[in-house]
């Protein structure tokens, strides 16, 4: 069984910068495809998709609200996955939860991905 934990959230001005980890264990966690997504706290809406890596690195996907500000990497030797958030803004408050799935095709949506992580909460002040 795969499993994942994050790290790294936190409180941040708005135009600041948080990096945040996820770890990967378990049989298989090597070739998973990883994602990030996030769900404004205390909110009841679909988590939205942010970033996601091919389990080779490869290829990356951002959601537009992203595009240019965040950035999605991997290291397969520590199996794991990282989001740079650099020029947050107030909107960019969330938990963000670290996603895995055994094919970029189903990590990329949430009805579909296999293992969630338990999330990490990122709070960005005016």
């Known amino acids: 069984q795969v499993r994942l934990v994050e790290s790294g959230g936190g409180l941040v001005q708005a135009g600041g910068s948080l990096r945040l980890s996820c770890a990967a264990s378990?049989?298989?966690?090597?070739?998973?495809?990883m994602a990030w997504f996030r769900q404004p706290p205390g909110k009841d809406v679909r988590r939205e998709f942010v970033?996601?890596?091919?389990?080779?690195?490869?290829?990356?996907y951002y959601a537009d609200s992203v595009k240019g500000r965040f950035t999605i990497s991997g290291d397969s030797a520590d199996n794991a996955v990282y989001l740079q958030m650099n020029n947050l803004k107030p909107e960019d408050t969330a938990v963000y939860y670290c996603?895995?799935?055994?094919?970029?095709?189903?990590?990329?949506?949430?009805?579909?991905?296999?293992?969630w992580g338990q999330g990490t909460l990122v709070t960005v002040s005016l």
């Open positions: 996603a895995g799935a055994t094919f970029l095709g189903r990590v990329v949506v949430a009805t579909t991905v296999e293992v």
């Open positions: 378990g049989r298989t966690s090597g070739t998973y495809s």
């Open positions: 970033a996601a890596i091919s389990w080779s690195g490869t290829s990356t």
